[in-house]
């Protein structure tokens, strides 16, 4: 049985086959760390960029050299070109235009992933990325970074827009394009502890359609501002052990709508770093049993409590 609706699980029913993630670069800067912004709290600017890239390596390479490595290694054909670094609708229009062009006619990329930020989705990037789409119908997603639906959340953690931007920009998307959206949340972000990020989601699928989620554990970078902030106030963070960050995906599945795909319940690297428990051990594969095993004891799944605007903001 299946309890939520993983992202290999959409692409087999799309695709029939599977497919990977392949991690690419526009090779633009990140628009929240330049003319004296000093970006996310929590971003060193670097830890993100996958292991296989080269700063400034041309498209032409990444592509090779990621599909020679996740092909290899995956034992995959055929790909999703993934704009994963800094904000990839941020630079010049034609040019970004071009490189999404470059990846959607490569005939082993089945499907595009954009990786961006609210305050930087707008009319002629959507409407460039709809014309190019016409001659070879593909899978389109952007992936939207959001972290937290909560104003004084996002202002502490130095994003630079609001929530009310996210919900604009989707709404935009929705209206000009047949995209899908996928949301970028960070668990345990500074005031936030379970039962915030609980109403947080309740809010998210109320106000919004989306297609997919992806969440994180916060990671504390050293010398990140993020840093400085946890080691002054460090009540402030909510200390997730295994069991609690399992159940509190647990919570959250069974609140977000049964058809929207679970693009990662975590990143390995923070699944590392729980304190205070024998982390060095920890794998995915322990945290999808674990979420396996408490869906059994519970009797539940993904969406089974997800009522449409039942909830109101608090
Ligand atoms: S998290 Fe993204 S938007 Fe924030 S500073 Fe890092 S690259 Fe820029």
Not at 168 to 183: A, R
Not at 204 to 229: S, V, W, Y
Request: aromatic share 14%; charged share 30%.
């Amino acid at each position: 049985m299946d309890f939520y609706y993983t992202f290999n699980k959409y692409l087999q029913n799309l695709h029939h086959q599977r497919l990977w993630r392949l991690p690419l670069s526009t090779n633009y800067p990140c628009p929240n760390r330049i003319e004296g912004k000093t970006g996310c709290t929590y971003c060193d600017g670097v830890s993100f960029l996958p292991h296989y890239l080269k700063d400034n390596d041309n498209l032409q390479n990444q592509m090779e050299r990621g599909m020679k490595f996740f092909g290899k290694r995956y034992k995959v054909e055929y790909f999703y070109g993934y704009f994963q670094y800094n904000t990839s609708t941020y630079g010049n229009t034609l040019e970004l235009l071009k490189k999404y062009d470059t990846v959607l006619e490569h005939d082993k990329i089945k499907g595009l992933i954009i990786s961006t930020r609210p305050d930087f989705v707008y009319p002629e990037i959507l409407n460039g990325i709809c014309k190019l789409n016409e001659k070879i119908k593909k899978d389109i997603w952007l992936e939207m970074g959001l972290q937290s639906v909560f104003d004084e959340t996002l202002k502490r953690i130095n994003r630079n827009h609001s929530y009310q931007d996210f919900i604009n920009s989707v709404e935009m998307i929705k209206k000009l394009t047949d995209f899908k959206i996928t949301v970028h949340m960070i668990l345990g972000l500074p005031g936030e502890d379970p039962e915030k990020i609980r109403s947080g989601i309740k809010i998210l699928f109320n106000d919004c359609r989306i297609d997919g989620i992806k969440f994180r554990l916060l990671e504390i970078l050293p010398g990140t501002a993020m840093h400085q902030d946890y080691q002054k106030n460090l009540n402030d963070f909510y200390n997730f052990d295994h069991k609690s960050y399992s159940n509190l995906l647990c919570d959250l599945l069974e609140i977000i709508p049964e058809n929207v795909v679970i693009m990662r319940l975590s990143n390995f690297k923070s699944l590392k770093k729980f304190e205070r428990t024998d982390s060095k051990h920890y794998t995915k594969e322990q945290l999808v049993e674990e979420i396996k095993t408490e869906f059994i004891k519970r009797g539940s799944k993904q969406g089974i409590y997800f009522k449409k605007k039942q909830y109101e903001h608090s």
